[in-house]
């Protein structure tokens, strides 16, 4: 009886130790979101970077400019937000050494409307909103030239403005606006801009609703951004690794339906 119960005795305190073992050696960062697709993704991730050895705790922004700010001063270790036109705007403006470590999935951005049922129907005049930042309001304009609504100077890159419009058939007035802010702008214009994040927070199905929608291909895949520095360390594999798995890309296809696609 004694052996039995040493031998017992040994196995719980090897399987408590085995287990602080673990919580002592795991890393823990803090990766910045905006609320969504990208947090419930990150949400599936967890559990699978848990058992690599990397705990992750999920900050949640409202808006695309504090999360590399957050990120270039150290208050987060990563952040999954945004696409490569967007990161690489920042940093010429800003002066970020933040990189992409790994692509992560698309969003279609979309045009919606409530007082009108296809593009078509948008009256002479008719007022669009479209964000205020440079990579996506750019992208919204090379949206509507792909399907023929305007045309832009030549040469124009992923970052057109209005001043580029070259035609405007039906005379459009172009709205700018928060992105986040964009849901809200829909009571107060013929039609809106607004990406898939925002979109889905507001209840809008984005593969169903938009009047408009962007082809899913090209270069606004989303990604894993992490300072410079800090790029080649074992934990950001162990992150991208654990996104990258055939469970992460089953969550997207079955959660979000074609809304959000997987990139990797």
């Known amino acids: 009886m004694e052996t039995k119960m040493s031998f017992r005795s040994a196995l719980i305190l090897s399987t408590l130790l085995a287990a602080w073992s673990a919580c ?31 705990d992750i705790q ?25 696409n490569q036109p967007y990161l690489d705007n920042q940093k010429a403006d800003r002066g ?46 090379l949206l509507l030239r792909d399907k023929g609504a305007i045309k832009l100077k030549d040469g124009v890159g992923f970052k057109p403005t209005v001043l580029d419009i070259t035609e405007n058939p039906k005379k ?20 809106a801009a607004i990406n898939t994040n925002y979109a889905t927070q507001a209840g809008l199905d984005p593969v169903k609703d938009p009047i408009l929608r962007e082809d899913p291909k090209g270069p606004y895949v989303n990604l894993i951004a992490v300072r410079t520095a800090d790029k080649d360390k074992p934990w950001v594999k162990i992150l ?12 997207v296809l079955t959660k979000f339906k074609g809304a959000v696609l997987p990139s990797w």
């Open 240 to 251: 991208v690794d654990s996104y990258h798995t055939p469970e992460v890309r089953e969550f």
């Open 58 to 82: 999920l900050i949640e922004f409202s808006d695309y400019v504090v999360p590399n700010a957050a990120l270039d001063a150290g208050d987060i270790q990563a952040n999954s937000f945004q």
């Open 172 to 191: 459009l007035k172009f709205v700018e606006v928060d992105a986040a802010q964009a849901p809200r702008a829909l009571d107060d214009v013929d039609a």
């Open 24 to 54: 002592a050696t795991a890393e823990t960062i803090k990766i910045g979101v905006t609320p969504g697709p990208h947090a419930q993704i990150l949400e599936a991730v967890k559990p699978i970077a848990a058992k690599n050895g990397l």
């Open 96 to 141: 970020y050494k933040i990189e992409s470590v790994g692509l992560t999935v698309n969003f279609p951005i979309g045009v919606y409307s409530k007082k009108h049922k296809s593009w078509a129907d948008i009256p002479e005049g008719g007022k669009v909103s479209i964000p205020n930042d440079p990579t996506n309001g750019g992208r919204v304009l």
